[in-house]
């Protein structure tokens, strides 16, 4: 599975952005495509993940402002983030993966042990 993240960039606070990741290979045998960020020094945080049900899952931090969605035809995973604020600035990746078994709490999506294949990020700047 290989997967390229775009449209990361520069954004004022309160502004928009929409990063895409395009997908290739076997995304059919991972349940889980996920969005994750990471700041430098810190943990990498799943922030949004959709499984092949369609069920969708959001960190709490990002709750009615970022949504997940994903164009089958053009194997293609998408973020749509609005009202951005500067503790959203953070290196994005996209993942796929099985998910986990259990969670004590959030979507089991969003874990950083149930990915498998990584994109090489896109800078998010706000």
């Known amino acids: 599975v290989q997967l390229v993240e775009s449209g990361g960039g520069s954004a004022q606070s309160g502004g928009s952005l929409r990063l895409s990741c395009e997908a290739s290979g076997d995304t059919d045998s991972r349940n889980c495509m996920v969005w994750f960020r990471q700041v430098p020094g810190q943990e990498r945080e799943g922030v949004a993940g959709?499984?092949?049900?369609?069920?969708?899952g959001y960190a709490d931090s990002v709750k009615g402002r970022f949504t997940i969605s994903q164009d089958n035809s053009k194997n293609t995973l998408y973020l749509q983030m609005k009202n951005l604020k500067p503790e959203d600035t953070a290196m994005y990746y996209c993942?796929?993966?099985?998910?986990?078994?259990?969670?004590?709490?959030?979507?089991?999506?969003?874990?950083?042990?149930?990915?498998?294949?990584w994109g090489q990020g896109t800078q998010v700047s706000s």
């Open positions: 959709i499984d092949s049900d369609g069920d969708i």
């Open positions: 993942a796929a993966g099985t998910g986990v078994a259990y969670v004590s709490s959030g979507h089991y999506c969003l874990p950083e042990s149930g990915m498998d294949y």
